[in-house]
């Protein structure tokens, strides 16, 4: 297989058995006076976000990571909340990498590990890995109940473990009138997809507040001549693969331990304006006075779940 890493050819042997996850995590806040409208907001953003749209994030991004969907599991929790996972493979057509955004911001999307027959074409001269078009494997599940054995290709399956997960977690604060919805999304891959490709689609399903992310790659391949790789991608920052006109509306900053493969990246948006976290008619007529105190109290909250961390507060209910 052929692969280019910092700027060099690799040929590797065997399968490229790299394990890439993507931790992406976002909180959605507003201000509601009283309780009743708290509870009126969480079930709007839970309804907004509802297993069936969650189904279709799944969707979207394993069609953006150019695999494909095996299996999908759903469910709407009550009173609210809801969690779909998924699991995929390799077994994919190939997408045109213009219909998505993916790789570092600018770029298209990284040179993909291809099969071993098709390295050897690229040496003989008849492409490059580059362009190199990433075949499907023939032959399709077999359902359970047939009673008809899977085909091979099927069974060979690498990815079989490979995993999309998507929770949600609503919260309110009766004394702060605040209330939020976090959303964690966990992908897991191995081989040649990598979750990376499908953040700025994730950023942009979740228009949030706060955003929260952990890469890391585990696990090692082997070149032609045993030599082990780590990591198989140009990447010292998540950020990287974010797009500039996404972080220029957010201050972010990382906590990477590059030798180690781990990269951590928080975001949290720069501006702040107050009547997009207003819900319900009680607060429609608020006065400065009011307005300043509630932005007080958002900004505080919003900066406590950024730092992960407790502030002082100068006050108490808003």
């Known amino acids: 297989m052929v692969k280019r890493i910092k700027g060099r050819k690799i040929k590797l042997e065997g399968f490229n058995n790299l394990t890439k996850s993507l931790s992406f995590n976002i909180y959605d806040l507003c201000y509601a006076r009283s309780r009743e409208a708290q509870i009126e907001y969480l079930e709007y953003v839970d309804e ?38 998924a699991l995929i493979n390799e077994e994919h057509p190939v997408l045109d990498p213009s219909h998505y955004r993916g790789g570092p911001a600018g770029d298209s999307v990284p040179a993909q590990v291809v099969p071993d027959s098709e390295a050897e074409s690229a040496e003989t001269g008849e492409g490059g890995a580059e362009d190199a078009e990433v075949l499907p494997i023939s032959g399709e599940p077999v359902p359970p109940d047939s009673g008809a054995p899977a085909p091979a ?7 079989d473990k490979s995993h999309i997960a998507i929770h949600t977690y609503p919260e309110y604060n ?23 490709s499908a953040l700025h689609y994730l950023i942009e399903s979740f228009d949030s507040e706060i955003v929260i992310m952990d890469y890391r790659v585990r696990g090692f391949t082997r070149d032609s001549r045993g ?8 990447i010292s920052s998540i950020q990287d693969y974010i797009d500039e006109d996404v972080l220029d509306r957010y201050i972010a900053y990382d906590v990477n ?44 909250e919003i900066q406590e779940i950024f730092e992960c961390r407790n502030l002082d507060f100068r006050g108490g209910k808003v």
């Open 153 to 159: 290709p099927w069974v060979v399956g690498h990815l």
């Open 174 to 196: 009766q004394l702060s009138g605040i209330a939020s919805f976090r959303v964690d999304v966990d992908i897991s891959t191995c081989g040649m997809i990598s979750p990376l």
């Open 227 to 234: 030599r082990k790789l780590f990591i198989d991608q140009d």
């Open 257 to 300: 331990i590059i030798s180690d493969n781990n990269f951590h990246t928080k975001m949290r948006k720069k501006a702040i304006k107050l009547r997009d976290f207003l819900f319900g008619d009680e607060v429609k007529n608020l006065g400065p006075k009011e307005k300043k105190r509630i932005k007080y109290a958002l900004v505080q």
């Open 48 to 85: 907004e976000y509802n297993s069936a749209r969650l189904e279709s994030i799944v969707e979207e991004v394993t069609r953006i990571i150019n695999a494909k969907l095996v299996q999908v599991s759903t469910q709407d929790y009550d009173p609210r909340g809801a969690s779909v996972v």
